[in-house]
């Protein structure tokens, strides 16, 4: 793997930058702003997909903000633009989903993630503009995707791994109804400063814990313990070289207004006096696919792929990791260049370890 793709799998765009909720740990800088993205932004970027999506499957990633909280009308006419062939997603906080909601998903195929921490008592930091728990209202929300039998996705942010919230958690989810998960555990990002340096017999416990929860009842797609055993797998096989593509796929996120960042959907917004806004260039001025393959001109990509390459030479995780993302090195390192973060250890290393000793203590004893 060197350098970066000029085609994406996916596009990651901001219908609005407003959020209805202002959850504690949330890395959004504009959230209280409702900066909406024009028609023509969307236009540009259907104009670029055209061809990828012609040559196999893509997808276009609505995420926002609250992607809802542009409301049904202006979403169908960014929508529009893009036409049947490609796949389209929402991640949301489901505050808002009723049934009219569900009837836009059904008519415009789009496939529904929602972002919730667990039970009640996990939400706590899941909240309104006035501090109010917003647990109730993502219940009522996922109750109508279930009666529109929709099938959802679901995205849990864990800030404090202890003993028994993984098996809480899983078993949670299977009640919820989604049929993935994915976890994450808290990061220090963006607006959210606090620190996610956590104690690492703690972390590599939760997923050890989450693996074993997930064996019991593998009805969900568990998505970091599903890459991590694929991993495992392929080392076994000898074919863990193979897995990481060639380049490194570009994720342009497609900002309200047109700028692109690539790599890190958490670097739209922000600017930085040595870096400036992050972006590689506007949709509105010049072809996404021009400003993909030039991506790697810009400077903090050169740097962030500098230290990509650190990685690969110090880091015996490289192979599962490859590298890591941008955004954790330059919230948690102050730069792109550097190796190691509180992010990969948490997320990579220690997810992997944890995989590595559930399997320990569960090892046949005639093996
Ligand atoms: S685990 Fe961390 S140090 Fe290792 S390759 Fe990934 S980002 Fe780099």
New binding site residues.
């Given amino acids: 793997m060197r350098g970066i793709a000029a085609v994406p799998s996916y596009v990651v765009m901001q219908p609005t930058t407003l959020c209805n909720l202002d959850c504690v740990y949330c890395y959004l800088p504009l959230r209280a702003v409702d900066q909406r993205m024009p028609v023509a932004v969307a236009e540009a970027v259907a104009t670029a997909v055209r061809p990828w999506a012609a040559s196999g499957r893509f997808s276009v990633v609505w995420h926002g903000g609250e992607p809802l909280a542009a409301g049904r009308e202006h979403l169908a006419a960014l929508l529009a633009p893009f036409g049947p062939a490609v796949e389209h997603h929402v991640q949301t906080n489901a505050t808002l989903i009723d049934d009219a909601w569900c009837a836009f998903f059904v008519e415009h195929g789009i496939r529904v993630s929602v972002s919730v921490d667990g039970p009640r008592a996990r939400n706590g930091e899941r909240v309104t503009r006035g501090g109010r728990p917003a647990y109730d209202r993502i219940l009522t929300g996922v109750a109508a995707l279930r009666r529109h039998g929709l099938p959802f996705s679901a995205l849990a942010v864990v800030s404090r791994p202890e003993p028994g919230l993984a098996t809480e958690l899983y078993d949670y989810f299977l009640d919820l109804g989604c049929d993935v998960l994915g976890i994450n555990i808290e990061e220090t990002e963006g607006v959210n400063i606090r620190t996610n340096a956590r104690d690492a017999a703690s972390v590599t416990g939760f997923w050890a814990e989450l693996v074993g929860a997930w064996r019991r009842d593998p009805r969900i797609h568990l998505r970091e313990v599903e890459w991590s055993l694929r991993y495992a797998g392929a080392v076994l096989a000898g074919t863990a070289d193979d897995l990481l593509p060639r380049r490194l796929d570009p994720i342009p996120t497609v900002g309200h207004d047109g700028s692109v960042v690539v790599l890190s959907p958490e670097l739209a917004g922000f600017s930085d006096p040595r870096y400036g806004d992050f972006s590689s260039g506007n949709v509105l001025t010049t072809p996404l696919a021009e400003i993909l393959s030039g991506a790697g001109r810009t400077p903090w990509v050169g740097e962030f792929l500098t230290g990509v390459e650190a990685?690969r030479s110090?880091?015996p995780?490289?192979g599962f990791?490859?590298?890591?993302h941008a955004a954790n090195r330059y919230f948690e390192l102050g730069r792109f260049d550097g190796?190691?973060?509180e992010h990969?250890r948490n997320s990579?290393?220690r997810l992997l370890e944890g995989v590595l000793e559930h399997a320990r203590d569960h090892e046949s004893p005639a093996a």
């Fill in positions: 990685c110090s880091c995780y490289f990791c490859g590298g890591g190796t190691e973060t990969c990579k290393i």
